[in-house]
């Protein structure tokens, strides 16, 4: 059964932490008739949002019109920071979360996550900068600082810095799909993956 891959972006997001996750799910669906996933963005509305560096960035859904998501990426970046102030933002993350089948960040999008609870006792990953910031927002959270990403409980991921979220992207895909689909994906898209 399809499953829906929803990418939460705003503004100042780090441009792979959600163009590499975007690109594994969705190459991995097109490859295989595009019956394995739908890929989207979601945005708090659908202004254009401004990532790290000026890539500019048109939302497919908002807070509003968002259908429901079985797996939740929330991007990381310098924008987080500013994002974990947003009520309305943080909510929308916690009600979303509820009702997923798989919750995961990249990078610094682990700061979400803490704001929500869900890395409490638990373990993590996120970027090498963050981790002294994560100890405020969680903190009985335990850092793994030498793996890629980590499993945080039954149902949340969280990925190292940037290019880790590719990783972890194919590690759920193989979780659900098994190894012969992802490496037809990473033969594909000529990537060689590296493990936890």
Same mark, same amino acid.
């Given at each position: 059964?399809?499953? %829906?891959?929803?990418?939460?972006?705003?503004? @100042?997001?780090?441009?792979?932490?959600? =163009?590499?996750?975007?690109?594994?799910?969705?190459?991995?669906?097109?490859?295989?008739?595009?019956?394995?996933? /739908?890929?989207? +963005? $979601?945005?708090?509305?659908?202004?254009?949002?401004?990532?790290?560096?000026?890539?500019?960035? @048109?939302?497919?859904?908002?807070? @509003?019109?968002?259908?429901?998501?079985?797996?939740?990426?929330?991007?990381?970046?310098?924008? +987080?920071?500013? =994002?974990?102030? *947003?009520?309305?933002?943080? *909510?929308?993350? /916690?009600? %979303?979360?509820?009702? %997923?089948?798989?919750?995961?960040?990249?990078?610094?999008?682990?700061?979400?996550?803490?704001?929500?609870?869900?890395?409490?006792?638990? !373990?993590?990953? %996120?970027?090498?900068? $963050?981790? /002294? *910031?994560?100890?405020?927002?969680?903190?009985?959270?335990?850092?793994? +600082?030498?793996?890629?990403?980590?499993?945080?409980? !039954?149902?949340?991921?969280?990925?190292?810095?940037?290019?880790?979220?590719? /990783?972890? !992207?194919?590690?759920?895909?193989?979780?659900?799909?098994?190894?012969?689909?992802?490496?037809? +994906? =990473?033969?594909?898209?000529?990537?060689?993956?590296?493990? =936890?």
């Amino acid at each position: 059964m399809k499953k %829906t891959v929803g990418i939460f972006i705003f503004d @100042n997001a780090e441009v792979l932490d959600f =163009a590499g996750p975007f690109e594994v799910f969705s190459v991995t669906s097109e490859l295989n008739n595009f019956e394995l996933f /739908d890929v989207f +963005t $979601v945005a708090k509305t659908k202004d254009p949002i401004s990532a790290v560096n000026g890539l500019s960035v @048109n939302p497919k859904f908002d807070f @509003n019109d968002c259908p429901k998501v079985d797996i939740l990426i929330l991007a990381g970046g310098d924008g +987080t920071n500013q =994002a974990i102030l *947003d009520k309305e933002v943080i *909510d929308w993350i /916690d009600k %979303t979360n509820q009702e %997923t089948e798989i919750t995961m960040s990249i990078c610094s999008g682990s700061r979400f996550l803490a704001k929500i609870g869900v890395l409490d006792h638990n !373990s993590y990953c %996120t970027h090498h900068q $963050v981790y /002294d *910031d994560m100890q405020k927002l969680v903190s009985s959270g335990k850092p793994v +600082t030498d793996k890629r990403f980590v499993q945080s409980n !039954s149902k949340t991921y969280t990925s190292g810095g940037i290019s880790a979220g590719i /990783d972890l !992207s194919f590690h759920i895909v193989e979780k659900i799909h098994g190894k012969k689909i992802v490496e037809k +994906t =990473a033969k594909y898209m000529e990537y060689i993956i590296n493990e =936890a």
